[in-house]
């Protein structure tokens, strides 16, 4: 699969999430960039998953309690369209975003 980091960081701009949330998001990623050193392709990975986790959470995204968080992953887990290595990516971004 060919990634696209760039553009990835332009859809999580052109999103309909709040200001707040994309800038949220950005820290992570700069944070994962500068002190993980992690490639491009895996900045992707986590861009991805975190508009997507921001888009399900709403409002709660930010400050989410654990019911909130349990909410989000049984949302994922119902979804038809994702896998089980795609939920257990899921959880491994909620597992660092949210340490």
């Not at 980091?5 to 707040?20: I, V």
């Not at 050193?37 to 309690?65: N, W």
Request: glycine share 4%.
């Amino acid at each position: 699969m060919l990634t696209n980091y760039p553009a990835e960081l332009g859809r999580l701009e052109r999103s309909h999430l709040r200001p707040e949330v994309k800038n949220r998001i950005k820290e992570f990623l700069n944070y994962l960039q500068a002190r993980e050193e992690l490639s491009e392709g895996r900045l992707y990975f986590y861009c991805v998953k975190l508009r997507k986790i921001a888009g399900i959470m709403g409002e709660a995204f930010l400050d989410p309690d654990d019911k909130d968080v349990e909410k989000a992953l049984n949302i994922i887990k119902s979804s038809s369209s994702y896998s089980e290595w795609t939920i257990e990516a899921f959880k491994q971004v909620f597992k660092k975003f949210y340490k």
